[in-house]
């Protein structure tokens, strides 16, 4: 079974508007770390935000947050306010405490802000 | 701060030439080491990590291997190129913790002809 699954290949998104990119991951740790990251088209991999799996709340930086709903196994990520630079390919990836150094990444989601 | 590079830039090589694609980590130790390859439009494929200096696991058996000579040091290498091997090559490297997030660096466009 896939541990990271993004089943949004691309997305649209007017600017300034709200847009939210669907995470689900599969593990029976107790202990994991979920990631998001951005990729755009130069191809560097950008850290956005974590969130822990005993984190009571959902994490945010800037206009990034995090909608971690633990029962369901899904950590949305959902970008507030959309600019033309949040265009980029957008990956969730999963660290686990077992294992513990290997990280799981999930196909990605294709983020085009139209202007 | 931590930082990570990763040489060359791109790079375009024949079929059946060797490849070396270096990465080093400053401002941290006894980090864990990692490639990935990323064909165009996909997702990343890990190929290889590294917890130590010495110690390497694949997760793809085919014609790269990789070394980690250094603390901070981890090298990619083949010793015949084949076409499928084209690809965005990315280094990380990450802490020991679960909640240790992971940092790239700027990456290797290689184009094997």
């Known amino acids: 079974a896939q541990k990271i699954t993004q089943t949004q290949p691309g997305m649209f998104v007017q600017e300034k508007e709200a847009v939210t990119l669907d995470c689900t991951y599969d593990?029976?740790?107790?202990?994991?770390?979920l990631f998001w990251y951005k990729q755009p088209s130069s191809g560097e991999m950008i850290f956005l935000i974590y969130?822990?799996?005993?984190?009571?709340q959902n994490a945010t930086e800037g206009r990034y947050s995090l909608n971690f709903q633990k029962a369901r196994k899904s950590a949305n990520l959902v970008i507030s306010a959309s600019q033309l630079g949040d265009s980029a390919m957008y990956f969730c990836?999963?660290?686990?405490?077992?294992?513990?150094?290997?990280?799981?990444f999930g196909t990605g989601t294709s983020l085009t802000v139209i202007p | 701060s931590q930082t990570i590079h990763q040489w060359p830039a791109t790079l375009v090589q024949p079929v059946g030439s060797p490849l070396s694609l270096e990465c080093t980590v400053e401002?941290?130790?006894?980090?864990?080491l990692y490639w990935y390859r990323q064909a165009a439009g996909r997702g990343l494929q890990l190929l290889f990590y590294?917890?130590?200096?010495?110690?390497i696991s694949s997760e793809v058996p085919q014609n790269l291997s990789a070394s980690r000579p250094q603390d901070r040091q981890f090298i990619l290498s083949s010793k015949k190129l084949l076409l499928s091997d084209s690809g965005f090559y990315l280094c990380?490297?990450?802490?020991?913790?679960?909640?240790?997030?992971?940092?790239f660096g700027p990456g290797t466009r290689l184009t094997v002809l």
């Open positions: 593990t029976s740790d107790p202990s994991y770390g």
């Open positions: 990836a999963m660290r686990e405490g077992g294992t513990g150094n290997q990280f799981y």
């Open positions: 590294s917890v130590g200096i010495g110690q």
């Open positions: 990380a490297w990450s802490g020991d913790s679960t909640w240790d997030e992971q940092f």
């Open positions: 969130q822990g799996s005993y984190d009571q």
């Open positions: 401002g941290t130790s006894n980090p864990n």
